[in-house]
C-alpha cells in the first residue's frame, strides 16, 4: 500500500522557516518524481515544487521561487520542503505528491502550516 505522510508543519512567524518532511513506503521511491502541492484556505490548489526522481532535476512555482528548496534522500525514502523567509500567503496545508508520467496518483493527507504574528 502506498503511504505519504508528511510532518513538520506548524505555527511561524512571518519571516521564519520550517522544514517540512514526507516520508513515503509501499512502493519504490528512487524510481518516482515527486511534488509538493498547498492549498492556502477558502483556495485552489497550487503547485509549489517538483523534484525528478534522481534529485537531479528542481523546479518551483514563481511565488516561492528563491525561499524553497525541495529535496530528497532516496536512501531513506523522504521527501523535503525546506521554506524560508515565510510570508502570511504561504499559510496553507501541504501535500506530498507523487508524480506517475503526467498525474498526480497518489496524496499525502497534508501538514498545516500558519504564518502569523
Known amino acids: 500500500e502506498v503511504q505519504l505522510v508528511e510532518s513538520g508543519g506548524g505555527l511561524v512567524q512571518p519571516g521564519g522557516s520550517l522544514r517540512l518532511s514526507c516520508a513515503a513506503s509501499?512502493?519504490?521511491?528512487?524510481?518516482?518524481?515527486m511534488s509538493w502541492v498547498r492549498q492556502a484556505p477558502g483556495e485552489g490548489l497550487e503547485w509549489v515544487s517538483y523534484?525528478?526522481?534522481?534529485?537531479?532535476?528542481?523546479s518551483y512555482a514563481d511565488s516561492v521561487k528563491g525561499r524553497f528548496t525541495i529535496s530528497r534522500d532516496n536512501a531513506k525514502n523522504t521527501l523535503y520542503l525546506q521554506m524560508n523567509s515565510l510570508k502570511a500567503e504561504d499559510t496553507a496545508v501541504y501535500y506530498c505528491v507523487r508524480k506517475y508520467y503526467y498525474q498526480y496518483d497518489y496524496w499525502g493527507q497534508g501538514t498545516q502550516v500558519t504564518v502569523s504574528s
Open positions: 523534484i525528478h526522481s534522481t534529485g537531479g532535476t528542481t
Open positions: 509501499g512502493f519504490t521511491f528512487r524510481d518516482y518524481a
